[in-house]
């Protein structure tokens, strides 16, 4: 068996991966060591940044037809609407620079189904109970010995990305170097019915963790040292323990669903790149999912990796263009270590935490300190250093681009769209009108552009902007700044390799 990429892991990330490999004129193969999908709740929504990438592959719809129930749910199980850190659930949606953007609420089970039924429309193989065993590179190419239930085989491709999970096979048998700090704290969650709730505090923190319960659901922070094996099925026994430890009561959980487990491991891959092998997603960065920081992080590393990647095995790729995956995504990711590990310290039991959170809290009530924590936590901050800008570039460059709304003109006929209405075929776009210098500097490079004549008519303020199949802004200038295409020019030179 042969390929131009092996995906190892049919997780969101790795069937994004793939997806936008295939979209990207590359050749990508799925192996994935489970039968089914785990069918495990280990997320309940995307960022707006991973919304809008989803978003601009045609799959919006679909994950915004989530959104009712789930954030009812959400609700109820936090007792607030509003976004937390650390649980101090002050983060105020209207308040934030760009309310309009947010993100989507839908289980990791459902958004795993919508992608695979994505990437089986793009013709993208899964293999099932397909286990990776060993993997060796060399300067052709890569070989994966894999367990399947015919015997093993051999599967030869041009690179190979591990998008594995936090226990990643791959990240272990190729010797990524996986840093970080061990957990403070272990959470459990789970859908119970539940004998003797009544004597349970209100939720909140106590002197050993936090506890969250409402009607149906229970859930610990446990700061405690607990024997139990954390890599086996939470069960009713070890919840109700955890339980007792936090807030000395106990109670008796009947029936218990929807279990889950996870500490604040924090850890990192050193380089998420050995010559021909990657990682993207849980195996290259693992981290408390306080935030809601996680899912729609491996998503945003598949973005940016895919269209690289094709390019890079189609050896059409300009020089550093892959290596631009871990310098662009790796900072990112050890951004949201940071905060994550921040929101452990101010869970972490004691007075002195008790009065630290007294005040972020405070803090939390002035309007710029919100926004601050609303950009952190959203990833709208995120802007990828591109050497090329010049110092007073447009404050949109290399920041991914919201939905722009375009007046367009079309056999004479003016029309409003969305920039996502010209991104499903996964090539990067040029917006510019039909009189702009910008067309014509761009002209070399139309056979790998989607080509789009309008103007926003957004509070922008842009007369032009290069979109990267990941949504960075990759040139952009604004209306009022006179028409140079020399930026443009390199910004194509850049990314996509020399005119034609």
Not at 119 to 129: G, I, Q
Not at 202 to 230: K, N, Q, W, Y
Request: with cysteine; charged share 20%.
């Amino acid at each position: 068996m042969s390929t131009d990429v092996i995906v190892v892991g049919a997780g969101p990330v790795g069937l994004l991966l793939a997806a936008e490999l295939r979209l990207a004129g590359a050749a990508p193969m799925v192996l994935e060591r489970l039968a089914s999908p785990s069918g495990r709740r280990k997320a309940r929504g995307v960022g707006p940044l991973a919304f809008e990438a989803l978003q601009r592959r045609g799959l919006g719809e679909r994950l915004a037809a989530h959104q009712p129930q789930l954030s009812a749910e959400k609700t109820k199980d936090h007792g607030s609407a509003k976004g937390h850190f650390a649980w101090i659930h002050k983060i105020e949606p209207s308040w934030q620079e760009e309310p309009d953007r947010r993100g989507a609420l839908i289980w990791q089970p459902d958004l795993e189904a919508v992608l695979a039924e994505y990437a089986a429309s793009l013709d993208v193989p899964v293999y099932r109970e397909h286990t990776v065993v060993a993997i060796v590179q060399d300067d052709q190419g890569v070989t994966a010995t894999v367990r399947t239930p015919a015997g093993e085989q051999q599967v030869r491709a041009a690179c190979l990305v591990g998008c594995d999970g936090g226990r990643s096979t791959v990240r272990g048998l190729c010797g990524f170097g996986f840093p970080g700090t061990p957990p403070l704290m272990t959470a459990r969650q789970a859908r119970v019915e539940i004998n003797g709730a009544e004597r349970l505090p209100p939720s909140g923190r106590t002197p050993t963790g936090m506890l969250l319960h409402g009607p149906g659901v229970i859930g610990t922070f446990d700061f405690a040292d607990g024997s139990e094996d954390r890599h086996g099925p939470l069960t009713r026994e070890e919840l109700q323990t955890s339980v007792r430890r936090v807030t000395g009561i106990d109670v008796t959980i009947t029936r218990l669903s929807d279990a889950l487990r996870f500490t604040d491991n924090a850890r990192q891959a050193a380089t998420y790149r050995q010559g021909r092998i990657l990682l993207a997603g849980d195996a290259a960065h693992v981290h408390s999912p306080n935030g809601g920081q996680g899912l729609g992080l491996g998503l945003l590393d598949a973005a940016n990796l895919g269209w690289k990647l094709a390019a890079h095995v189609r050896g059409e790729a300009p020089a550093g263009l892959l290596d631009s995956y871990p310098a662009e995504r790796h900072p990112v990711a050890a951004a949201v270590l940071h905060n994550t590990r921040a929101q452990s310290a101010l869970m972490r039991p004691g007075p002195h935490t008790d009065a630290l959170r007294d005040i972020v809290s405070d803090l939390m009530d002035i309007r710029e300190v919100n926004q601050y924590f609303g950009r952190m936590l959203s990833g709208l901050s995120t802007r990828y250093a591109f050497p090329y800008l010049p110092a007073d570039a447009h404050p949109l460059n290399g920041r991914h681009c919201p939905d722009l709304r375009i007046t367009v003109t079309t056999d004479g006929r003016r029309r409003t769209a969305r920039l996502s209405d010209f991104t499903r075929a996964g090539r990067a776009v040029l917006l510019a009108p039909a009189d702009s210098p910008a067309l014509t500097a761009a002209a070399g490079w139309r056979d790998r552009l989607e080509v789009v004549e309008g103007t926003t008519v957004d509070e922008h303020g842009l007369s032009g902007v290069l979109v990267r199949p990941d949504g960075a802004v990759a040139w952009a200038t604004a209306s009022s700044s006179p028409a140079d295409a020399d930026p443009l020019r390199t910004a194509l030179r850049t990314w996509f390799g020399p005119s034609s």
